[in-house]
């Protein structure tokens, strides 16, 4: 399973590193994506890292958040910067070994949870002053 770390609350402009730490399963082999879901709002992806290494965000975070991986810690690493009150809600990671499926709903930002095969609980990362 796949487990979500280092949420909070953090002042507008603060800074925030989640983690998505597996066990029974080696991330390297799956493809990583990171999403959110604010309070009544769906859940939409933020970014995701390929197994191969390729990465890429959603715009709305991009120049902001930065995703990456340490293999021999079985960790991805999300570091969100420059952080704002909309960025509030609850964080997931999810894992599938598909070469598009995680992609396609971090450029859509239509997330259908059912295709994914692994998603973690969630973080809640609270931005307010």
């Known amino acids: 399973h796949i487990v979500e770390s280092g949420g909070g609350s953090v002042l507008p402009g603060g800074s925030l590193r989640l983690s998505c730490a597996a066990s029974?399963?080696?991330?390297?082999?799956?493809?990583i994506g990171w999403f959110r879901q604010a309070p009544g709002k769906a859940r939409v992806g933020i970014s995701y890292?390929?197994?191969?290494?390729?990465?890429d965000y959603a715009d709305f975070v991009r120049g902001r958040f930065t995703i990456s991986s340490d293999n021999a810690k079985n960790t991805v690493y999300l570091q969100m910067n420059s952080l704002e009150p909309e960025d509030t809600a609850v964080y997931y990671c999810?894992?599938?070994?598909?070469?598009?499926?995680?992609?396609?709903?971090?450029?859509?930002?239509?997330?259908?949870?059912?295709?994914?095969?692994?998603w973690g609980q969630g973080t809640l990362v609270t931005v307010s002053s």
């Open positions: 890292i390929m197994s191969d290494g390729r990465s």
């Open positions: 029974g399963l080696t991330l390297n082999d799956y493809n």
């Open positions: 999810a894992a599938d070994a598909h070469p598009s499926s995680i992609p396609i709903m971090v450029r859509s930002g239509i997330v259908d949870e059912r295709l994914l095969e692994l």
